[in-house]
């Protein structure tokens, strides 16, 4: 069964996937950067590929996404797989994301919106006025390229506005298998945060949970902001796509204390404020 991990763009998706293959999927917790691909993202291209879909045809591809997923299950049916997702959880042409027969549950990390802007401006290369344009508007279709510029390899996701994203993916609290997580939280109280992590993936899978001290220690070590900066800057990092030029765009450019709310231009930042104002009050970031 599947265990979405889901957010908006440059919410902090990355960050949970390294903490979650270090500890559950590597032998001494510690990072490396090939461990990524242990957890991949859906839809992915190659997956459809395999199975004989016309990856070219979006509309082909969401009438196969469950049936994708049945097939992504039955490879064991026991295991919990976990897949990244930036796609809103919405019916699209009246077809559905997934249901409950593939899904075990959902992590939602969500990352406060006036810092996503910033992030998301440099990962796709457009100004801080055309990013918050970007997440207030309610996008059908987005390009999300699949570390490349070649359009026979990106993958088609639907993630909506940002408001859309975090709001539809609620569903799954009312059966109880919703954690939603706040970027913030994981990175100011690493530990206790992926251990809330941690206990709701064993209570879904019904098995319990007990921690290895050294593999935490490792995996919240090895996944720190600086050391995934220096990893970047030593071996190059497999999520960072390049420009219009061929240069590669910097992944960890922006942390938390760099990416402060208030360093947004006052005009964008209180446009955001208004335009978000009951989720952004819900969730204290304001």
């Known amino acids: 069964m599947i265990i979405w991990l889901a957010s908006y763009p440059k919410s902090g998706n990355t960050f949970l996937r390294s903490l979650l293959v270090s500890y559950l999927l590597t032998k001494d917790g510690k990072f490396q950067s090939k461990d990524l691909e242990k957890i991949t993202q859906f839809p992915d291209k190659n997956v459809f590929k395999k199975l004989g879909f016309d990856t070219l045809n979006d509309e082909e591809m969401v009438k196969n996404y469950i049936k994708v997923q049945e097939k992504i ?59 918050t344009n970007k997440i207030l508007e309610f996008t059908t279709l987005t390009g999300e390229k699949k570390h490349s510029l070649n359009m026979k390899d990106q993958v088609v996701t639907h993630m909506g506005s940002w408001s859309s994203n975090y709001n539809t993916w ?3 609290k009312k059966l109880d298998r919703y954690l939603l997580i706040k970027y913030e939280d994981l990175v100011s109280e690493t530990e206790k945060t992926f251990l809330q992590i941690l206990n709701f993936i064993y209570k879904l899978g019904k098995s319990k949970l007990h921690i290895d001290s050294n593999k935490l220690k490792n995996a919240i070590k090895s996944t720190t902001f600086s050391e995934m900066q220096k990893l970047e800057r030593e071996q190059g990092f497999p999520e960072a796509i390049k420009d219009a030029e061929g240069k590669k765009i910097t992944f960890f450019k922006y942390g938390l204390n760099k990416n402060d709310p208030n360093s947004l231009p006052e005009d964008l930042k209180v446009k955001i404020e208004r335009k978000l104002k009951n989720e952004i009050e819900e969730l204290g970031y304001i």
């Open 73 to 131: 299950n039955l490879i064991d049916n026991k295991t919990i797989k976990f897949l990244k997702t930036h796609s809103s959880f919405y019916d699209i042409n009246g077809h559905k994301f997934t249901d409950l027969n593939n899904t075990l549950g959902v992590i939602y990390i969500v990352r406060d919106p006036r810092s996503v802007v910033k992030s998301f401006a440099n990962h796709n290369q457009m100004s801080l006025e055309q990013a």
């Open 170 to 172: 609620k569903e799954f």
